[in-house]
């Protein structure tokens, strides 16, 4: 167990919906990334915060967004949903004050768009 | 840019031969790699990391990789093979900004075979 805790488990969903995925960091991890994996597009970086702040921004498309409160944990929102948007949703966490932190993954959320 | 390539789609080996699962990295200055492994419906969990110092890092399981600056190389061993660490294997390189971010290979499936 990372510590790091996503909820959902799994999401179905149709098109044209919008659904949020939560993340609760391991304790003491100031920063969240999420990531997006796909068969087709492998892991993909998409977005991340530090301490509530956007850090760094990867190949995250418009129609998501994600914050991150001051308990630390995260919320990626997707919206106006499509087919090509089922994927397993990855939340990580690290320290983030040592550059070479590795950082830690949660279980994932399954998105299904039906 | 930045990147990292795994040149495998998948590593076939007997249980109880040593194994390989190589990695070749793109990075501007000295680099910060990571190898993590990926169970069948799981998150991903991390092995072991390079910063700085000695070539030879040890991480979990009995897993080691070898960094080597002159073949911009960070492939992961492990001396005899279980059935048990048949999985995914990602290699990963931090991107060097100020962001944390990793950069993620496509991933080498590992089977061992009894």
């Known amino acids: 167990d990372s510590g790091v805790t996503q909820t959902p488990k799994h999401l179905i969903t149709a098109t044209g919906q919008r659904v949020t995925l939560r993340c609760s960091p391991r304790s003491g991890d100031l920063s969240v990334y999420w990531y997006q994996q796909s068969l087709d597009q492998g892991l993909q970086f998409l977005i991340q915060?530090?301490?509530?702040?956007?850090?760094a921004k990867g190949n995250i498309l418009e129609r998501f967004s994600a914050q991150q409160f001051p308990d630390l944990h995260s919320e990626l929102n997707l919206s106006s949903l499509e087919l090509g948007d089922s994927a397993l949703y990855f939340c990580?966490?690290?320290?983030?004050?040592?550059?070479?932190?590795?950082?830690?993954f949660g279980p994932g959320t399954r998105l299904t768009v039906t | 840019a930045q990147s990292v390539a795994q040149p495998e789609d998948q590593v076939n080996v007997a249980e109880g031969n040593p194994l390989t699962v190589k990695c070749t990295y793109s990075?501007?200055?000295?680099?910060?790699l990571f190898w993590y492994v990926q169970y069948p419906n799981r998150g991903l969990q991390f092995l072991l990391k390079y910063i700085t110092g000695d070539n030879l890092v040890k991480g979990s399981y009995g897993f080691e990789a070898e960094f080597n600056k002159s073949q911009t190389s960070f492939h992961l061993k492990k001396p005899s093979a279980l059935v048990s660490n048949s999985a995914l294997y990602f290699c990963a390189v931090r991107w060097m900004d100020s962001s944390y971010k990793l950069i993620f290979g496509s991933g080498t499936r590992l089977l061992v075979r009894p």
């Open positions: 990580a966490s690290s320290v983030a004050t040592n550059t070479g932190a590795e950082q830690y």
């Open positions: 990075v501007s200055g000295n680099p910060y």
């Open positions: 915060y530090y301490n509530g702040e956007e850090r």
